[in-house]
């Protein structure tokens, strides 16, 4: 079973620029997380999809970062404009719907804003 | 927001010597996970213990969870040097038998094991 895929794995752009995350679940995994990991830090919640629908999207900072998934499987989350304090790992995560259960993570996006 | 604090931050043992990472929480819970990360794998699971549990084991680790005084421990037994990472505990929000689905994560141990 292929694992959750991530692009790119790095990421290195001037602030002010625009930037994109790709994410692709798991087959048949229901619900997509992306998440955010500062450095020393435990990933923090950035969105939550069920399907196509955004059902906690709570902690995603609206004015720069929008996310998407069309058709209820792949996802992009996009940053316009970036900033310094953007600089973190970004993280994919797939789970199946129902009950109670683990998050299967992807490797990642290294970003750096300078 | 961190939902939980990790102790301790950072743990420094000999290959085949145990290793104990312990997590609080602060709200109720469904169950708690734990997870392993390192620069090969990325973040995984190890194992999830649900709220009605106190105890649970996989292989060489150890789960003990205690909702009374909301924290968890991981114990690691005869460590070895791939077991070098850093650790997470996740805690799952709900109650009354309800996953809310959304994972909540501590700051994390980083574990390194010599040899």
């Known amino acids: 079973e292929a694992g959750v895929v991530q692009s790119p794995r790095y990421k290195i752009i001037e602030k002010k620029q625009p930037v994109a995350f790709w994410c692709n679940p798991i087959s048949g995994h229901n619900t997509l997380y992306w998440y955010r990991q500062n450095l020393g830090q435990g990933p923090e919640l950035l969105i939550r999809?069920?399907?196509?629908?955004?059902?906690?999207d709570s902690q995603l900072p609206k004015d720069r970062f929008s996310a998407e998934r069309l058709k209820g499987v792949d996802s992009t989350l996009k940053i316009q404009p970036a900033e310094l304090g953007d600089s973190a790992v970004y993280l994919c995560?797939?789970?199946?719907?129902?009950?109670?259960?683990?998050?299967?993570f992807g490797p990642g996006t290294r970003l750096t804003v300078l | 927001s961190q939902q939980g604090e990790e102790d301790p931050q950072a743990l420094s043992i000999q290959e085949g010597e145990n290793a104990t990472m312990n997590c609080s929480y602060k709200t109720s819970i469904n169950n708690l996970q734990w997870y392993r990360q390192n620069s090969g794998r990325g973040l995984v699971h190890l194992i999830l213990i649900r709220s009605n549990e106190r105890e649970k084991h996989s292989g060489r680790l150890r789960v003990t969870l205690d909702t009374s005084k909301k924290s968890s421990s991981l114990l690691i037994t005869a460590s070895r040097a791939a077991d070098t990472a850093s650790y997470f505990c996740?805690?799952?929000?709900?109650?009354?038998?309800?996953?809310?689905?959304?994972?909540?994560f501590g700051q994390g141990t980083i574990l390194t094991v010599h040899p």
């Open positions: 999809y069920e399907n196509e629908e955004a059902v906690d």
């Open positions: 996740a805690t799952d929000a709900g109650a009354g038998g309800t996953s809310y689905g959304k994972l909540t």
């Open positions: 995560a797939s789970r199946k719907l129902a009950g109670v259960g683990e998050q299967f």
